[in-house]
């Protein structure tokens, strides 16, 4: 679950990481209010999605007067934002974010990410930050610095020390430098983190370290004890279909492809999707059922599919472990029966009651193709894209 970066900076403030001076505005008697504590400028004025890359969007833009901030207001609140880390419609803009404007003298890079595969959590910090990090770090992956440290050990201050040294700091630097990486450290651990970004960390003009941008990414399984961070999560950034999924338990998240996916299991459904790019095609989705699948979810699960007009052809690939084929089947055919779908519908079934579940899809009358095996099913669903009429090869 990500946060919009005034809350991000609301929580380095409780942290005591530094950052500068600002305000979220939404209405223009709060821009005036705003400008008023923050003389005088310039001012630097961010929208506010859930997605990086606003500056290169005009998202993000230093102003010099109260009639550019209210243009820009203007321009951007209510609408949306489409950057690359967005699809074609982008996010809408239900706030803006103003700060005066920080002198920089250089920009660093620091970020806090759960490292799965060691168990650990990993710090990485870079002496070039700002908005052009990412391709920097594909063209010289040399100037990323990183160490790891468990969490059972706490934080350890001679790593930090030695990632500061790396990035050339001196002076007091160095000490605010451990002093930011500590306390996003107790910040990561204590609100159930798996990302920490801080980018750019300014050096300004006194030389001091400050915190100009900052994103956060929330573990959702630990969202029962992070009851005020869901409180004020921004449900309009995310799309209609994972709302609604979530209220179904179902675990959805929109691509840009053709072929409609339905698995269940996380892992079965990456395996699913990475198959289907081996085949030359593009999944549309991802949408894990979960180990709990019922005819009511699986009905729900085709309503989220079939609202994507870009969808072509669906793919349902189910093993029968805790859950029962035969029941995934009368799902299936509920869902095509109510819905009246009338593009390709490709099941493969395999495992718990899987014969009497494609027994019953045969029997059904209705234009499901059923497949043999998992790479069958693949080829079918990306061969019948589009098409209306098709025939079931094991009828």
Request: overall charge positive.
């Amino acid at each position: 679950m990500n946060l919009h970066e005034y809350q991000a900076k609301e929580l380095f403030s409780q942290y005591k990481i530094p950052i500068p001076n600002g305000y979220k505005c939404t209405k223009y008697s709060e821009i005036e209010k705003a400008v008023v504590k923050l003389n005088p400028g310039p001012w630097v004025v961010k929208c506010q999605i859930h997605a990086g890359g606003r500056g290169k969007s005009g998202g993000v833009q230093t102003l010099n007067s109260i009639d550019e901030i209210h243009k820009f207001a203007k321009k951007w609140i209510g609408k949306r934002l489409v950057t690359y880390q967005t699809d074609n419609i982008g996010q809408t803009v239900n706030s803006i974010l103003i700060e005066r404007k920080t002198y920089i003298k250089k920009e660093l890079y620091l970020s806090l990410v759960l490292n799965r595969i060691q168990s650990n959590i990993s710090i990485l910090a870079s002496f070039t930050g700002g908005i052009n990090i990412e391709n920097d770090i594909k063209t010289n992956k040399k100037i990323i610095f990183k160490e790891n440290f468990d969490v059972c050990c706490g934080f350890q201050l001679f790593k930090a020390r030695n990632l500061a040294f790396q990035l050339k700091l001196f002076g007091k630097q160095i000490n605010q430098f451990v002093t930011i990486c500590e306390n996003l450290t107790y910040l990561f651990i204590e609100k159930d983190l798996t990302l920490a970004e801080i980018n750019p960390i300014a050096i300004n003009q006194n030389d001091d370290l400050l915190c100009l941008d900052g994103k956060l990414n929330i573990d959702e399984n630990a969202l029962y004890r992070q009851v005020h961070l869901k409180k004020i999560h921004d449900n309009s950034q995310l799309d209609s279909r994972e709302v609604y999924a979530e209220k179904w338990g179902l675990n959805y998240i929109p691509l840009q492809g053709n072929i409609g996916c339905m698995v269940n299991g996380a892992g079965l459904a990456m395996g699913t999707m990475d198959l289907i790019k081996l085949h030359g095609g593009n999944p549309a989705n991802f949408l894990d059922v979960g180990g709990d699948a019922t005819v009511e979810k699986v009905d729900q699960a085709f309503r989220i599919i079939i609202l994507d007009s870009h969808v072509k052809s669906i793919l349902i690939n189910i093993f029968g472990g805790i859950v029962k084929c035969d029941l995934i089947a009368d799902g299936i055919i509920q869902a095509i029966s109510n819905l009246q779908v009338n593009i390709p519908v490709i099941v493969r079934l395999e495992g718990n009651n899987s014969k009497l579940g494609a027994k019953k899809l045969i029997n059904s009358n209705l234009n499901i193709i059923t497949a043999n095996s998992l790479d069958d099913a693949v080829k079918k669903a990306i061969e019948n894209i589009g098409r209306k009429t098709y025939v079931d090869s094991n009828r």
